[in-house]
């Protein structure tokens, strides 16, 4: 049997056709599982965000804690402060006191100062205490601001590694969809071309058909 230039036309024609129809699904299929994954990572991210988000308000409602404890702590020391000052003060007049009652022998004003001395000094000892208490509390406040600084932190890396990979999964998306456009204008292309190719190949048998005819 003779094979016409007409049937390998036609032939090449549908392999063309099943080509770029097979190609264009498996890339719209590709594309269907992509924007999936994008549709899941996305209600998840949104679950995520709304979890962080609160964290990230918790943690700075923890700060801001933390920073007017530490204010009123540093107040309240600067009050202590002060009063170990005046204790200084009242120690320095009883010395002042106590070499003058040397000076006279009074025995009993002397004793009464160094009782007066040993008071002030405890006092002083006490707000002493009272500073490095409030100063342990100051450090474990800041300790608390720190941790809530790195919850803070922590939170807003996982919102940007899960937007990275939103991203990364659009950009995927994308070129997918890129590649379908193209492969479509060029098999388009391709079978604009057949198509013009088969239909001169016909139009030269019909010719040649009604020529053989003639004669």
Known sequence: MKIKLIHVVALCLALALTYAVCDSLRLRDKASVIAGQ???????????YALLDKEILDQRV??????????????????????IGHRDRDIADLLVKL???????????????????????????????AIISEKDEIIS?????YAAQVTI????KAKYES????????????NVTAKRLQRSSLSNGIKTAIIYAGCVVVGLE??????????
Do not use: C
């Open 38 to 48: 994008y549709e899941e990572a996305l209600k998840v991210a949104k679950a995520n």
């Open 62 to 83: 923890v700060i801001e804690e933390k920073d007017k404890a530490i204010a009123k702590l540093n107040q309240s020391i600067s009050i202590v402060y002060t009063d």
């Open 99 to 129: 070499r003058e009652a040397e000076a006279n022998n009074d025995l009993p004003a002397q004793v009464a100062n160094l009782k007066e001395q040993v008071r002030a000094w405890s006092e002083k000892f006490t707000l002493a205490q």
């Open 141 to 145: 406040s800041w300790a608390l601001k």
């Open 153 to 156: 932190s922590d939170s807003w």
């Open 163 to 174: 937007e990275n990979h939103l991203r990364l999964l659009a950009e995927e998306g994308w």
């Open 206 to 215: 019909v010719i040649k058909n009604q020529v053989n005819k003639g004669d």
